[in-house]
C-alpha cells in the first residue's frame, strides 16, 4: 500500500553525503604529475622564463585536475538539491497518496468489522433467545436454582458398570451352587439377573423424574414409573430368590427357571433358605442405588438440563467467535495504524530531509563549505610544491607567476522559492491531520464493534435490542 508513497521519496538517485564530494588524494596527483621532478627538471632549465607572467603548462595540469575534482563535487551537489527539491514539489502528491492510504485502510478494516458483525449476529440471537427461553422456563416451573449438569457418559457408564460387578460378584457364589459350569456358570448368571436389574431401574430412575414436573399428565407419568420401578424390583428380586430357593431344594436348573415365576405368584415372601433373602436385600440394594443414579443423572426437574446445556453452548460459541473477532480486529487495527504512522514518517521525514538540505544547516551544506576549502587549499599546496622544487633548482630569479595566488570562483546556490518550503510544511502538516483522522476512525469502529458484540450478560439483557431499537 505505501509502495507509490515511499517511491516519492526514495533516495536511490541520491548520492550519500558521505560521496557527494570526491576525495581530492593530493599525494595521487603529486605523484601522476611528478610534481617534484618536473619542478627540478625545469628550474634547472630555468624554466618558465623569469618574465613569464602566466601558470606554466604543469601549473595549469595541477589546477585543471583539482577543477575537475571540485566540479564533479558542486554537480552532485546540484543533483542533491535538484532531487530535494523535487521532493518538495511533490509534497500535494504525497498528501493526496496518503489520503488514499487512509482511506483504504479505514474501509479494508470496516469490511473486517462488518464481515464479523455478519458473523456474530446468528451468535449473538442464539445467545439472547436460549437466555430467554431458560428464564421462561424457569418462570413458568417456578424455578430458582441452577439445574444440575449431566456429568457425561463416561463417569455414568462406569458407574453403572461397577454397581453391576458388585451385584454379580456378590451372588456369583450363591448361584454357583448347582450349576454344572461351577463358578463361572454362577457368575455368568449372576452378571445376568445383575445388569436386568441395574439397567431398568436406572431407566425407570430417569423417568421417574417426572413426578416433579408441573404438568399434572407429566406428574402423573413419573408416579406411574415410580411405582412400576417398585414393583419391578420386589417381583425381580423375589423371583431370583425363589429360583435360588428352587436349586437348594435340588431341582434341575431348567426346573428351577421354569418354577421361580410359578412360586413367586403362590407366595411372593415364602423363602425358605436365609441366602435366598440376603439376594433379595442384595439386589434391592443395588436396585435403589441405581434408580437413584438414574434419577440424578441430569437435574430432577425433566428437560431443566437440556435447557441449562443450551444456553451453557451459546455462551461458549459467543465466547470463541468474539474472541476470534476481536483477536483479528485488533491484528488489523494495529496493521493499519502502523502501515499510517509509517506513511506519516515517510512524508515528513522526506520533506523535512528536503528544507534542511535546501533551506537549513544539514549535513550536505556543511560538506559543501568544507570540500570548497579543501579545493583551495590542496591546489595551494600542489602548486607550492612544484614551485619550491622549481626555485631550488633555478639559477635565476622566479616568475612573477610564482607569485600568484590561484583560487577559484566562489559558488553561489541557486535560490529555492521560500514558497516552496512554506507550501511542503503545510502540506505535510495536512498528512498528519489525516492519519490522526483515519486512526481515530478506525479506533471508533473497533470500539463501535466491540460494543455491538456485546458481553455475555449485555446479550442476556436483551441490550443489543434496545441498542437497534434507538
Not at 152 to 158: D, E, I, N, S, T
Not at 194 to 212: K, P
Not at 251 to 270: I, K, S
Amino acid at each position: 500500500m505505501l509502495e507509490r508513497l515511499k517511491a516519492m521519496f526514495r533516495s536511490d538517485d541520491v548520492i550519500s553525503t558521505l560521496s557527494v564530494f570526491p576525495e581530492i588524494d593530493e599525494e595521487k596527483i603529486q605523484r601522476e604529475l611528478a610534481l617534484d621532478s618536473q619542478g627540478r627538471d625545469r628550474g634547472a632549465r630555468n624554466q618558465p622564463e623569469p618574465s613569464a607572467q602566466e601558470p606554466d603548462h604543469i601549473e595549469t595540469a595541477i589546477i585543471t585536475r583539482i577543477e575537475a575534482l571540485r566540479r564533479t563535487g558542486l554537480e552532485n551537489y546540484e543533483q542533491y538539491r535538484r532531487v530535494y527539491n523535487e521532493r518538495l514539489a511533490r509534497a500535494g502528491d504525497a498528501k493526496k497518496e496518503v489520503e488514499i492510504v487512509a482511506g483504504r485502510a479505514r474501509n479494508e478494516f470496516g469490511a473486517s468489522v462488518q464481515g464479523w458483525k455478519t458473523t456474530m449476529t446468528p451468535t449473538i440471537e442464539r445467545l439472547n433467545e436460549t437466555y430467554t427461553y431458560r428464564r421462561h422456563f424457569r418462570d413458568r416451573h417456578r424455578l430458582i436454582r441452577p439445574a444440575r449438569q449431566f456429568e457425561g457418559w463416561v463417569k455414568f457408564a462406569a458407574l453403572a458398570v461397577i454397581y453391576i460387578v458388585i451385584e454379580s460378584a456378590m451372588n456369583s457364589f450363591m448361584f454357583s451352587r448347582g450349576n454344572e459350569s461351577g463358578l463361572l456358570g454362577g457368575l455368568l448368571t449372576a452378571f445376568i439377573f445383575s445388569a436386568l436389574n441395574v439397567l431398568v431401574s436406572i431407566l425407570m430412575g430417569y423417568f421417574a423424574r417426572y413426578v416433579n414436573h408441573t404438568n399434572l399428565l407429566k406428574k402423573l407419568f413419573g408416579l406411574l414409573v415410580i411405582l412400576s420401578w417398585i414393583g419391578f424390583a420386589v417381583a425381580l428380586n423375589l423371583m431370583i430368590a425363589h429360583f435360588r430357593d428352587l436349586i437348594d431344594a435340588g431341582a434341575t436348573w431348567e426346573a428351577a427357571l421354569r418354577q421361580a415365576v410359578p412360586n413367586l405368584t403362590a407366595g411372593p415372601v415364602a423363602l425358605t433358605g436365609m441366602d435366598s433373602w440376603i439376594l433379595v436385600g442384595i439386589g434391592g440394594f443395588i436396585s435403589t442405588l441405581a434408580f437413584l443414579k438414574g434419577w440424578t443423572a441430569e437435574d430432577p426437574f425433566p428437560g431443566y438440563s437440556q435447557v441449562e446445556g443450551e444456553l451453557a453452548r451459546a455462551r461458549r460459541r459467543h465466547e470463541i467467535d468474539m474472541t476470534r473477532a476481536l483477536d483479528e480486529l485488533t491484528d488489523r487495527r494495529d496493521e493499519a495504524i502502523e502501515e499510517l504512522r509509517d506513511a506519516d514518517r515517510q512524508v515528513r521525514d522526506g520533506i523535512t530531509e528536503a528544507i534542511d538540505a535546501l533551506f537549513g544547516q544539514s549535513a550536505l551544506n556543511a560538506h559543501l563549505e568544507t570540500f570548497l576549502e579543501q579545493c583551495d587549499l590542496k591546489l595551494a599546496h600542489l602548486l607550492a610544491v612544484y614551485r619550491d622544487a622549481n626555485r631550488n633548482a633555478r639559477t635565476e630569479p622566479a616568475p612573477p607567476s610564482f607569485a600568484r595566488v590561484h583560487r577559484f570562483a566562489a559558488f553561489t546556490p541557486a535560490r529555492i522559492e521560500d514558497g516552496r518550503k512554506t507550501n511542503a510544511e503545510a502540506e505535510a502538516a495536512k498528512v498528519t491531520e489525516t492519519v490522526d483522522a483515519a486512526i481515530a476512525d478506525i479506533f471508533a469502529q473497533f470500539e463501535n464493534a466491540r460494543r455491538e458484540f456485546r458481553l455475555p450478560e449485555e446479550i442476556q439483557r436483551g441490550d443489543h435490542l434496545a441498542a437497534g431499537r434507538a
